[in-house]
């Protein structure tokens, strides 16, 4: 048998690499990141995942209680996340639709890692919320804190490993390949968000 430690930190690695899904963010760092050199892009990918990181730690932290504090619930809490997410995937598929806005070309790579890639797409409602229920403030132990925080930045190390090797589906996809796939991903992302919403509607009209 497992020590319990090390049952614990790979049930909350395996739940933390699910929710965060690094391979389905892909798309949505190819989008922002195309048009960069690829010393760039692994810098955007870096500043991603120490943002990812930063938000993620907080609310393992304080998260239960910033809410609770707030008064909002975690139904709230994950339809808002959803309509940000739905926001984000319509602006993919409706890419060329509108005119670039001045100064876009003239975005920083923290800019472009903070939005949309650290958040929503990596921090975003989900995993926010996962993390939440893993730690569980009402019962606090630091031990499974520690456990929690350690099983993140491997999900993390991993989602930065996939994103390091995305100048290589740069190289095989081009620009062409790769409007159509951010497309493509854009759509998946709002059915994603739509089902969120629906959850969220869902559990609200039970908890009436």
């Given at each position: 048998?497992?020590?319990?430690?090390?049952?614990?930190?790979?049930?909350?690695?395996?739940?933390?690499?699910?929710?965060?899904?690094?391979?389905?963010?892909?798309?949505?760092?190819?989008?922002?990141?195309?048009?960069?050199?690829?010393?760039t892009r692994n810098r955007v990918a870096m500043w991603a995942i120490v943002i990812s990181f930063g938000v993620l730690m907080f609310f393992l932290v304080a998260g239960q209680f910033l809410l609770q504090g707030l008064g909002v619930g975690l139904t709230a809490f994950r339809m808002a996340?959803?309509?940000?997410?739905?926001?984000?995937?319509?602006?993919?598929i409706f890419d060329n639709a509108h005119p670039?806005?001045?100064?876009?070309?003239?975005?920083?790579?923290?800019?472009?890692?903070?939005?949309?890639?650290?958040?929503?797409?990596?921090?975003?409602?989900?995993?926010?919320?996962?993390?939440?229920?893993?730690?569980?403030?009402?019962?606090?132990?630091?031990?499974?804190?520690?456990?929690?925080?350690?099983?993140?930045?491997l999900a993390l190390a991993i989602c930065f490993i996939v994103m390091r090797f995305a100048t290589l589906l740069v190289q095989v996809l081009r620009r062409a390949g790769i409007s159509i796939l951010s497309r493509v991903m854009g759509l998946i992302l709002a059915a994603l968000a739509v089902e969120g919403m629906l959850a969220s509607t869902?559990?609200?009209?039970h908890s009436l």
């Amino acid at each position: 048998m497992f020590h319990p430690f090390v049952t614990d930190f790979f049930s909350d690695f395996v739940t933390l690499l699910v929710v965060l899904n690094p391979v389905a963010k892909l798309p949505i760092f190819l989008a922002q990141t195309a048009a960069l050199d690829s010393k760039t892009r692994n810098r955007v990918a870096m500043w991603a995942i120490v943002i990812s990181f930063g938000v993620l730690m907080f609310f393992l932290v304080a998260g239960q209680f910033l809410l609770q504090g707030l008064g909002v619930g975690l139904t709230a809490f994950r339809m808002a996340g959803s309509l940000v997410l739905l926001l984000f995937a319509l602006s993919m598929i409706f890419d060329n639709a509108h005119p670039p806005p001045p100064g876009a070309t003239d975005t920083t790579p923290l800019e472009r890692a903070i939005f949309p890639i650290a958040m929503p797409a990596l921090a975003g409602p989900g995993t926010m919320l996962t993390i939440v229920v893993l730690t569980d403030n009402d019962r606090f132990d630091w031990v499974h804190q520690v456990d929690t925080a350690m099983a993140l930045v491997l999900a993390l190390a991993i989602c930065f490993i996939v994103m390091r090797f995305a100048t290589l589906l740069v190289q095989v996809l081009r620009r062409a390949g790769i409007s159509i796939l951010s497309r493509v991903m854009g759509l998946i992302l709002a059915a994603l968000a739509v089902e969120g919403m629906l959850a969220s509607t869902r559990s609200f009209i039970h908890s009436l």
